[in-house]
């Protein structure tokens, strides 16, 4: 038989394990808190002057983008950096956003018989192509600015050729250094460069539709 004074210590440090794992037990059970992602969306509002209707139909084709612009929101720092914010988004990647403004712009100049998604038309007499070339926010400058460029050709669908091309950018200053002022700041350069570009194809000289009369003859 253990003598008692042996016994305290075997006592002692039983207490503390007890102790130790009443403490530890309950905060093991509870889940760590994990940050939310936020997700920012862009709606664009499209105002664009109704022009000179024609019976031609145009195409319009998903605007090509790099994987630089993507749903990580991204933004320019000091000696060319491109990094992107953390857990903050778009809830959409910008090249379909782009696409659709364009679209739709397009399609509230009145200026063509029908606009659409190019590979949902049978045969559209134009067609509108393009590139995403810059979305993000340009920190390097004060106070920082949202940034957008689009790089569009208009083409007659049969024929080669460019009727109109252009190189549209536009920038907005933030009203804040946060993704929410970022997310307002790009609504507002969408929706003015689709309306810049509806605008500029609609005065466009745009050639004649083919027709059994003016088709030339075999």
């Excluded at 491109?82 to 200026?111: C, F, K, M």
């Excluded at 252009?166 to 920038?171: G, H, P, S």
Aim: glycine share 4%.
């Amino acid at each position: 038989m253990r003598h008692p004074a042996l016994l305290r210590p075997l006592r002692y440090g039983s207490t503390i394990i007890i102790t130790v794992l009443v403490l530890v037990v309950p905060a093991c059970l509870h889940s760590p808190e994990i940050e939310k992602i936020h997700y920012y969306a862009v709606i664009p509002e499209i105002h664009v002057a109704a022009a000179t209707p024609t019976t031609l139909t145009l195409g319009v084709r998903p605007l090509f983008a790099k994987n630089t612009y993507g749903t990580a929101m991204a933004y320019l720092d000091d000696n060319y950096q491109l990094g992107y914010q953390s857990r903050h988004e778009w809830a959409e990647n910008p090249a379909p956003i782009v696409t659709r403004a364009l679209q739709d712009a397009l399609a509230a100049s009145a200026r063509f018989a029908d606009v659409g998604n190019a590979a949902d038309m049978v045969r559209p007499d134009l067609l509108l192509t393009g590139e995403l070339r810059a979305y993000h926010e340009n920190r390097s400058l004060q106070p920082p600015q949202a940034e957008l460029e689009v790089r569009l050709e208009l083409r007659q669908a049969t024929e080669p050729g460019s009727i109109w091309a252009e190189t549209l950018r536009e920038t907005e200053p933030m009203k804040a250094d946060t993704p929410a002022a970022l997310a307002e700041s790009m609504t507002i350069l969408v929706g003015r460069l689709a309306t810049h570009a509806a605008s500029s194809i609609a005065a466009a000289p745009l050639p004649e539709k083919e027709t059994d009369s003016t088709r030339p003859k075999e």
